[in-house]
């Protein structure tokens, strides 16, 4: 390997266990929460504070233009503009807050006296969750790592110190899981902006100084051609114009993520989406492993795409995380039952049935975000808009036609076949960059497996199957998919022992 080729993973390693820190610190701890929040909290409830975290994944990014992936990718090649990124990037998501309230305000004239307070708190969780998720994307952008570790894990101990106050002592149930929320996202949007001030005071100033940024060279520009972003106002615009593409993106994603439980709540009622919501839960643990790795890759994917080798480079990751994802989620079926039983309480543990179908739809989730990032790099958001875009028209018709049927079941099929449409065409998309040598066949089996392992875990009662045979073949099956990936496997471990013995020397 290349000085090139091993500086790339060494970035990359360096940047996966810091957010491996993050991560665990911050989603671990929160999943073991699960089960206390099932036994305090009614279905009712749990639908509801549900409803509400899947309408903040859709408005935060639509209405701040998203503006923090905007500065993430441009935070990376255009350093010398990160204080406009963030001035630029906070007038947005305060814009947005106004809009948010005014709205709320209004909506209060048509509902009833007890959804008005849940409004007036949404107002207050839109602000706090839209600053701190633009300030990680931010802080990420400037590859400033340990402060977005710091923002993740402080939110963590504020909600879980939230938690114990609010549900466990005063008990003021769904109201203290929100306020625990807000809370969590103020002090970590307040940590990461004074960490930043300490470690660079010239980008996070808290006095009006501001100073005329230099001009800097437009992409594909030579700077001798004199096209430069003279102005704030230019740059911003530049900002925007990569960020209103990726609108598509990111409804297409959330309508794939989200849209599933406002039609289980309308079609079968709160109670019944409270259940369908505790189960993606368990494909969460998938999630977390799932964004620790994107999170490294999207800054690795932005400054490695103009290099020579750069095909070799993201082959290499793509059969890495197809890998690691497919062995994961075939595991998590496998043990499905086990893990319900450990963290779904009352009537929530019949959520168990509906993992199987979301662990599958998590995989592709993931690998379309790795394709994703792939376009992105090449500044192509419209790209991944047409694939999300597609993928969620997919999702609502398949929806409306199979939960009135087959209820919760129906959209967590949905939702695994939208998703694998998703990934089809990010993979066409993206070969117009790059040609990823892979095994296309042996990936495509190990799904067909995925899924016939779903099937026996769900259906095999049903098949006058015993819970024997039931774990055998689902153990079979996990096995052939290990053995099918053994060769990567072995590569991981071995680049793994590689980077850590370069490091020690």
């Given at each position: 390997m290349s000085e090139t080729g091993k500086s790339k993973y060494k970035y990359f390693t360096g940047n996966l266990a810091l957010f491996t820190i993050s991560n665990f610190v911050s989603k671990i701890l929160v999943f073991l929460l699960v089960p206390f929040y099932t036994n305090v909290l009614t279905t009712a409830d749990y639908g509801i504070a549900d409803v509400m975290q899947t309408t903040l994944l859709l408005l935060v990014p639509a209405l701040t233009v998203n503006m923090g992936e905007a500065a993430l990718r441009f935070g990376i090649d255009r350093s010398e503009r990160r204080a406009d990124i963030l001035r630029i990037g906070i007038k947005y998501v305060l814009?947005?807050?106004?809009?948010?309230?005014?709205?709320?305000?209004?909506?209060?004239?048509?509902?009833?006296?007890?959804?008005r307070w849940y409004l007036f708190l949404f107002i207050?969780?839109?602000?706090?969750?839209?600053?701190?998720?633009?300030?990680?994307?931010?802080?990420?952008?400037?590859?400033?790592?340990?402060?977005?570790?710091?923002?993740?894990?402080?939110?963590?101990?504020?909600?879980l110190i939230g938690n114990i106050i609010f549900l466990l002592v005063i008990k003021i149930g769904?109201?203290?899981?929100?306020l625990s929320q807000m809370l969590a996202f103020l002090s970590a949007s307040?940590?990461?902006?004074?960490?930043?001030?300490?470690f660079m005071p010239e980008i996070v100033t808290f006095a009006d100084?501001?100073?005329?940024?230099?001009?800097?060279?437009?992409?594909?520009?030579?700077?001798?051609?004199?096209?430069?972003?003279d102005t704030e106002e230019d740059f911003e615009k530049e900002l925007v114009a990569y960020g209103v593409p990726m609108i598509a993106y990111s409804t297409g994603s959330w309508i794939n993520n989200a849209a599933d439980r406002y039609l289980v709540s309308f079609i079968k009622g709160v109670a019944v989406n409270g259940v369908y919501g505790v189960a993606y839960k368990i494909p969460a643990i998938l999630t977390v492993f799932q964004r620790i790795f994107a999170q490294a890759w999207q800054m690795s994917a932005t400054k490695s795409y103009e290099d020579d080798n750069s095909s070799e480079f993201f082959s290499t990751m793509y059969m890495v995380y197809n890998t690691f994802m497919v062995t994961g989620c075939s595991f998590l079926i496998l043990t499905v039952r086990l893990l319900a039983f450990l963290m779904f309480k009352k009537d929530f543990y019949g959520a168990w049935q509906y993992v199987p179908p979301l662990l599958i739809s998590v995989v592709f989730g993931a690998l379309t975000g790795f394709l994703g990032s792939i376009c992105l790099a090449f500044k192509d958001s419209k790209?991944?808009?047409?694939?999300t875009g597609l993928g969620a028209a997919v999702n609502i018709f398949l929806n409306l036609i199979l939960i009135p049927r087959y209820s919760a079941m129906g959209a967590a099929i949905a939702t695994g076949i939208s998703y694998f449409l998703m990934y089809f065409i990010a993979y066409i998309k993206v070969s117009k960059y790059v040609k990823l040598e892979i095994k296309l066949k042996r990936d495509h089996l190990s799904y067909i497996l995925l899924v016939l392992e779903a099937f026996i875990m769900i259906m095999g009662s049903s098949l006058n199957m015993s819970t024997a045979v039931e774990y055998i073949s689902s153990g079979v099956i996990f096995l052939m998919i290990v053995l099918?990936?053994?060769?990567?496997?072995?590569?991981?471990?071995?680049?793994?022992?590689?980077?850590?013995?370069?490091?020690?020397?």
């Open positions: 814009r947005a807050c106004i809009a948010v309230a005014a709205v709320c305000a209004l909506s209060c004239a048509f509902v009833k006296p007890y959804i207050f969780l839109f602000l706090t969750n839209s600053m701190y998720e633009f300030l990680i994307l931010f802080f990420q952008g400037c590859e400033k790592v340990k402060i977005v570790v710091c923002g993740s894990v402080s939110s963590t101990v504020v909600l769904l109201n203290g899981y929100i307040v940590i990461m902006l004074m960490l930043g001030h300490k100084n501001k100073v005329p940024a230099k001009p800097a060279v437009l992409p594909g520009a030579d700077k001798e051609d004199g096209k430069a972003c790209a991944m808009g047409f694939a099918m990936n053994i060769k990567e496997i072995n590569s991981v471990i071995r680049k793994l022992f590689t980077v850590l013995s370069q490091k020690k020397n």
